[in-house]
Structures are given as C-alpha cells and as structure tokens.
C-alpha cells in the first residue's frame, strides 16, 4: 500500500524488507513496505505483536540494515543520515545512563559522535530540559527520577540532536494511564514546537488516534502493511481530538478489527 | 528481631571494645594457661617487640611492600588490558577464557615453586607470584564489568554515532567500574599474601623471611610482631585503594 504525499518526503520505502541475516538462515520480519512519509509529520504505528513495529523504526535508524528493497531517510541512505544526526531514538526504557545527572544525559549527544556529525547543533541541554518540564530537576539522577521523569529525560536527550526525525518505540508503554495521557499532551506540544517528524510506535490504539496525523497498521505472521489511515478528519484545527468523542471511539473500534484480523493470519 | 540502629558512638566504640576484650582475654589467658611465651607472647610483649626492633622489621617490611606493589600493578594492568580485548574479541575470548578459569584454580601455594624454579631467588618471581594473584580476579570481575552494557545502551550510542573509544569511555568504563574497583580492594589485601608466600619460598629478607626463620628458631615475639606488621600492610593498601576510589568517583561526578 503507497499513499501519495508531498514530495518533500522525510522517510521513503519502496518494497523494503526488514530481518535479521544470520549466517544460517534469514529471518524476514517486516516485507513489502511502500511507505513515504512527509516532513513535520506525527505518523503512529499501531501492530500486534511480532509484526515489525520496533523493526520498522530500527530500519530507520540504521540499527538494523535493510535485507531487501529501498529505504531513504531524508534523501539519504538510513547510514548517512545517522551520521548526520538527522535521526534521533527513544527507546521504551529510558536508556538513560545510571552514573550521570539529568542534564549530564541531556548532554550526552553532545560529548560523543563528535568525529562523524559535520552538522553543529546548539549546546543547550537546559533548553531541552526546560522543555519537557524538569528544570528543577537537572541534578537529580535517574534513580531519583520517577518513570515519566525518566521517558521526559530521554526526550530532552533526543532533542539535544535537534533530528529532523524522532523515532520512539513505545516510549509510554510502562507508565500509568495519568501519565501517559499527560505525556501524549506534552510531546504534541513539542512536535508542535519542533517540526519534526515523529514515528511513533505503541500498542494502545487511543493513543495513536490521539497522536497521530495518520496511523499505520502493521499486520503479522508475515510481517506487512495493512493499513494505512489518515486521521486528520477527526482532529481540530489545533491538530487534537478528545479521547472519549464519538468518532475517536468509532476509529478505535475499526482499528481494534484491524488489528484482529492482522494477528490471525497465518 | 529487628535492632535500633547504632548510634555513632555505638559504630565506633563496640568495634574498638571488641578488639580490646579480646586483647585483655589473650593477655591474661596465655599465662594463666601455662603456655611458654616461646609458643605464644602476649600482646604486650609482641608490642614492645614491634618497638625494639622496628628497624630489622621495618628494613624487611620495605622489600615486601615493593614485591606487593609491583605486583599490585603488573597483576591488575595486565587483567584489565586483557578484559578488554576479550570483550572487543569474542573468539579471542571464546578461546582463550576458559584456559584461564582452568589455570585460576591451581591454588598460589602451588604455583609459586614452580615460579621461584623459573625466576630464581630475586625480586622478580615475588612480584609475579603477588601480579598473579591479583589477576584473576580483576581479569574476571573487569571482564564481566565491560559486558555490562545492556542492548539498549549500545543501541543508544550506535544511533548518536558513537566512535568504539567513545562507548568505551562513557558506557563500558563506567559500568564496569565498581566491579573493577571490588576486585581493585580485594586485590589490595591478596597481592601482599602473594608476595609472602613467594618469600617463604626463597629469600632471605622480607616479611616472608623473617616469618619463616624466626618461627625454625622459637623467636615467637619477632614471627608475630612480622604477622602484625602484614596485617597492617595489607589494611593500608586496601585503605589507599579505597581512597583512591573515592576521588575517582568524585572526579567522575563532576565531569559526567
């Protein structure tokens, strides 16, 4: 499935095939992906498990090279435009790195990679900080930290790149329902701030509604596209939706189908 | 049963009366018992023995302390290169690791004549046999520090472009430090019994020496006053290792 976008397109694929190739056999997780999708956009990807979701976005940032078919990243091969720190990850646990402060991980981007990044970002990790809302917090460590602390630290993190795209592979998925919600908030705010293209992975599908310009819907056993749907009809002018609204809810339970039937195929 | 905590006096007074009630009971039992002070002296009198003949202890306490050193420092250096090349070579390790849980198992007593055999009656065997007992340790703890990385933390420096020296530096290092530094304080203590051990064996001077000589000729004041001062040793070597712990971490805090 190919839906047509501007050609401005942040990440293209054209039968893209995901895996893993071991020296015995190749594992193809994720094939016949033809997707593009436009700069400063919010596209959520929704998936049972073991559909590829997380490949996808390791693909993209050249974690994992592609087995078969095209991917571009920016114009880029996925390699190239790592190098560049065109692309930053949020990974579903923090990742942030027990020994150093809340601003000393914020800064971490800045102290390595320094050889293979031509492109100058502004050192600024209390910006990034004062951002996600934890300025009173920048000397704690992450034990101190609670989990939603920790995913805003990782976000910050992120940011300090300054990526064109922000791949986040579940980042909410362990945090309370309060929480999250107020994190799905904060991270609109953000995109909105930054322009950046965000992928973004999880399992709840009112979460993706909420989040998303459009979603993708992964199917597995074998891993592949099946779905992609625009969401912009349900969304304001502001770019939100209420959770609990008819429509949203009319979606979701679309959504729910698609994703039972992408789980029984076999 | 659950303890009130100590209070501050309480942390630091029991341990000092303990070690104390059982210096008075030594003091007074080993003539109470009858036993000869050729056998066993009392604490008063390996004392005073510590106090006349500081100079003949202190002048083969000096050997001792550079054999433990040195040794210290070959064992760990070696360990920790070692450590690392095992992790950035998974077959070199595959190989190779195995062989050295294999030789870690032969106890030092053994091993050390068949260095003094090799090396001769130096210095030199007394420093390897204090390195060796000092590298196995390290080389294990260091070697699973460095694999303490988790995925998402490689994955995490693969994706900012980290170079191999940067994910060593500020991932691998840093985790594997604390391990490295308990094998570091453990070493302290191990790399003066080494270097003993290796002066049992053969050598005329060194706390090794005079503990074997003075024990064939029933100079049981001089053979425990040699034991204090080893004790000592090795309480001041884990004391300086711990210490230089402390700065490290404190430096490592500050920089990030």
Not at chain 1, 196 to 206: C, E, K
Not at chain 2, 76 to 101: C, D, E, H, K, T
């Amino acid at each position: 499935m190919r839906a047509d976008l501007p050609e401005a397109a942040a990440i293209e694929t054209r039968d893209l095939a995901v895996g893993y190739a071991g020296a015995v056999e190749t594992t193809r997780i994720l094939s016949g992906v033809d997707l593009s999708v436009g700069k400063g956009e919010f596209l959520t990807i929704l998936g049972p498990s073991g559909c590829g979701k997380s490949t996808l976005l390791r693909a993209v940032a050249d974690l994992l090279p592609p087995l078969d078919g095209q991917l571009s990243v920016l114009g880029r091969t996925a390699s190239e435009a790592r190098r560049r720190r065109e692309v930053a990850f949020v990974f579903q646990d923090a990742t942030l790195l027990p020994w150093r402060t809340v601003r000393e991980n914020v800064a971490l981007p800045l102290q390595v990679g320094k050889k293979s990044v031509p492109r100058s970002v502004d050192p600024r990790p209390d910006h990034w900080i004062e951002l996600v809302g934890l300025s009173h917090l920048a000397d704690r460590y992450p034990h101190q930290l609670s989990g939603g602390q920790r995913q805003r630290v990782a976000i910050a993190r992120a940011l300090q790149c300054e990526p064109d795209i922000l791949l986040m592979d579940e980042p909410f998925g362990a945090l309370d329902e309060i929480t999250r919600e107020r994190l799905n908030d904060e991270l609109l705010d953000v995109w909105r701030r930054t322009g950046t293209t965000i992928l973004f992975v999880t399992h709840s599908v009112i979460e993706a509604i909420y989040l998303g310009g459009r979603v993708l819907v992964l199917a597995a056993n074998p891993g592949r596209v099946q779905a992609l749907i625009d969401l912009t009809p349900l969304k304001d002018e502001r770019g939100l939706c209420r959770r609990e609204s008819l429509d949203v809810q009319e979606t979701a339970a679309h959504l729910r189908q698609l994703l039972q039937q992408g789980s029984s195929t076999a | 049963m659950r303890h009130r905590p100590l209070s501050f006096t309480e942390a630091i007074g029991l341990p000092v009366i303990g070690a104390l009630s059982l210096l008075l009971a030594w003091q007074w039992l080993v003539p109470a018992l009858g036993i000869p002070g050729y056998i066993v002296p009392t604490p008063l009198a390996i004392l005073r023995t510590l106090g006349i003949e500081w100079r003949f202890l202190l002048s083969n306490a000096i050997p001792t302390w550079g054999e433990a050193g040195l040794g210290f420092l070959l064992g760990n250096s070696l360990a920790v290169i070692l450590a690392v090349a095992f992790v950035y070579n998974p077959r070199f390790q595959a190989a190779y690791f195995p062989v050295v849980l294999l030789f870690n198992t032969i106890p030092v007593l053994a091993l050390a004549p068949i260095i003094i055999l090799i090396f001769g009656l130096g210095m030199l065997p007394k420093v390897i046999i204090a390195a060796l007992i000092c590298f196995f340790p390290t080389l294990v703890n260091t070697a699973r520090g460095l694999n303490l990385a988790t995925a998402s933390e490689l994955d995490l420096m693969h994706v900012l472009s980290a170079s191999g020296w940067e994910t060593f530096w500020r991932l691998r290092a840093p985790r594997s430090a604390p391990l490295l530094f308990a094998s570091l304080r453990i070493s302290a203590t191990t790399c003066v019994i080494g270097a003993i051990v290796g002066e049992w064996i053969g050598s005329n001077q060194g706390l090794g020496a005079v503990i074997i000589q003075s024990t064939f000729n029933y100079q049981a004041e001089r053979l425990f006053a040699a034991v204090v001062l080893a004790s000592f040793s090795g309480i001041v070597f884990y004391a300086a290792v711990a210490q230089i712990e402390r700065i490290f971490r404190r430096l490592h805090q500050g920089q990030g």
